[in-house]
């Protein structure tokens, strides 16, 4: 799903959601054609279920007429008024600013700082942040800031106010949990909604609590996988982002079951959080619209 087209900096994304009528296409691509603007790439849904329909367009400037983006916006309003659209329009060398949250467990943030560094995740990653001491070494060698905040029963909700201190403080976009091991706060999970994104194994509900594989292991499972979502109140019911398997036998072990857990896991999120940056997904109440 990667497009690398996306990321040149003349380039834009306009997003709508607005219910299902004719004509909604025709009146934005003649927009943008007055405009003096080039479509790159376009993507539109049409949800017969919720009778809503969902565009992503990228577009860039294909001659000197295009007019500066506040007026661009300006011109677009009457069109969205027309449509009851909820639109936006973002520049895609904008990117968005990410604070990871991390426990024990490196595997998915160690993914996301590899495709950070190699220039395929387009992010800025303002700072990484742990109720453990252990991925400490391997952020700060990627020159990420490394804020460590320990949690008890007794300090949560102190921790919590430092935590959205630290979204507010560096003007944080995406708040991305790759495993932290930390239920978060109704208030909290409030604050972030549509933007904090989550990674679990696939085995919930039917295998909560600690050591999941193993769990899983002990009841013979076939298959395994992790899901991406946005975080709710609801405890992992959050509108799904990304999902993956793979089949497993019965001659692996737990701690097998594990290791090819985690590589899921680590990919999963990595995929979900550049749909987000990329402007890829739209929530559609408990669900989204993920555009390739």
Request: contains cysteine.
């Amino acid at each position: 799903m990667l497009d690398t087209t996306d990321f040149d900096p003349a380039h834009y994304v306009l997003i709508i959601k607005c219910p299902d009528t004719r004509g909604i296409v025709a009146a934005v691509s003649g927009y943008l054609y007055d405009n003096d603007i080039s479509i790159v790439e376009s993507n539109q849904f049409n949800d017969a279920m919720g009778d809503m329909f969902y565009v992503r367009v990228v577009f860039k400037q294909a001659g000197s007429r295009m007019p500066p983006m506040a007026i661009l916006r300006e011109g677009f309003h009457p069109i969205a008024h027309r449509f009851s659209m909820d639109w936006d329009i973002y520049s895609l060398s904008d990117k968005p600013k990410v604070l990871i949250a991390v426990s024990k467990f490196g595997h998915c943030l160690n993914e996301l700082l590899y495709r950070w560094r190699s220039g395929l995740l387009p992010v800025d990653i303002a700072c990484v942040m742990s109720n453990h001491e252990d991925m400490r070494s391997l952020v700060e060698w990627s020159g990420i800031p490394y804020v460590y905040l320990p949690v008890t029963k007794d300090n949560k909700a102190e921790q919590e106010a430092q935590f959205l201190g630290l979204i507010d403080e560096h003007g944080i976009d995406l708040v991305v949990l790759a495993r932290y091991m930390q239920i978060l706060s109704d208030e909290l999970s409030a604050k972030v909604s549509g933007k904090c994104i989550n990674i679990h194994h696939s085995f919930l509900p039917s295998f909560k609590g600690a050591k999941p594989y193993h769990q899983a292991h002990a009841r013979g499972v076939k298959i395994i996988g992790a899901t991406a979502h946005y975080v709710t109140s609801d405890l992992d019911e959050g509108p799904i982002i990304e999902q993956d398997v793979q089949r497993v036998h019965h001659g692996l072990t737990p701690e097998q079951l594990v290791a090819i857990g985690q590589d899921i896991e680590a990919r999963v999120l990595a995929r979900a959080v550049t749909w987000h940056a990329e402007r890829r997904v739209i929530i559609n109440g408990t669900k989204t619209v993920v555009f390739s």
